[in-house]
């Protein structure tokens, strides 16, 4: 059973978090899915994600190409994940389910602090997946740093 992570963003943005947390799961060998309901923020976050890497590259797509499959790491607004992920990242209050976190290695849900709605939203995913047993853990920013907050 894979473990869901939640990212409170309060003082980077998201396209400046993403990256790091993209490399740290390709690092454990993952693939992974970052699943938006938007597709056009998921191509604007396909741009930046371009520009990002300074010391490397971090490969990617954005799902509708003809090789979905070969990507390590996929942005998509699906809720199948077509590389074969075993970490999805959820932004933007995109769909979670305790079904697909109990399916993967990790589930990661990413939001912004500074905005209630989403801070809302991510209390009720917390609380779903807590409610059906899905291990989870709280990281918030503190000046810069990533902090454990809470863990169930």
């Avoid at 978090?17 to 970052?34: K, N, T």
């Avoid at 309901?37 to 990002?52: I, S, V």
């Avoid at 209390?123 to 899905?134: E, N, P, V």
Wanted: overall charge negative; some cysteine.
């Amino acid at each position: 059973m894979g473990a869901a992570y939640f990212y409170h963003l309060t003082h980077s943005p998201l396209e400046q978090a993403l990256p790091l947390l993209i490399e740290r799961a390709r690092g454990q060998g993952w693939r992974v899915a970052v699943r938006g309901p938007d597709p056009a923020r998921l191509g604007w976050l396909d741009e930046k994600l371009w520009l990002t890497a300074d010391e490397g590259f971090l490969p990617h797509g954005l799902a509708g190409g003809p090789h979905d499959a070969d990507q390590p790491v996929l942005l998509t607004s699906a809720a199948e994940t077509p590389n074969g992920a075993s970490c999805v990242m959820a932004i933007d209050g995109a769909a979670v389910s305790a079904e697909e976190a109990a399916r993967l290695d990790r589930l990661c849900i990413l939001f912004d602090g500074n905005d209630p709605e989403a801070v809302a939203a991510a209390r009720l995913h917390w609380k779903a997946l807590t409610d059906a047993g899905t291990p989870a853990q709280y990281w918030a920013e503190d000046e810069g740093r990533w902090q454990k907050k809470a863990e169930r």
